[in-house]
């Protein structure tokens, strides 16, 4: 049962990353699904999340600049980040949940730098 994430990296100011997370083993496809970030020194916060019927919710500081998306047969949640600015630096952390029995799966973080 894990989420594993990629995509994550450095860019330049204004530049785009598009961030993926496939979750596997018993994991629920029917989840709702999404990403949280955390910057240094700050408490973890909800940056976007997707249900399986595709409605979607963004924190306001990233809408308009990101679109997140489910690939539901492939178990799989996207995170496109367009025209990234410094305070875009976090980890960014995937879930899928809650299930059933009311569990969250998270992923392990992947570190976006924005910085020129």
């Known amino acids: 049962v894990q989420l594993v994430e990629s995509g994550g990296g450095r860019v330049q100011p204004g530049g785009s990353l598009r961030l993926s997370c496939a979750a596997s083993g018993s994991i629920p496809n029917v989840n709702p699904m999404g990403w949280y970030r955390q910057r240094p020194g700050e408490e973890r916060e909800l940056v976007a999340a997707i249900t399986i019927g595709g409605s979607t919710w963004y924190e306001d500081s990233v809408k308009g600049r990101s679109a997140i998306s489910r690939d539901n047969d492939k178990n799989t949640v996207y995170l496109q980040m367009n025209s990234l600015k410094p305070e875009d630096t976090a980890v960014y952390y995937c879930?899928?949940?809650?299930?059933?029995?009311?569990?969250?799966?998270w992923g392990q973080g992947t570190q976006v730098t924005v910085s020129s």
């Open positions: 879930y899928s949940g809650p299930d059933r029995s009311s569990r969250i799966f």
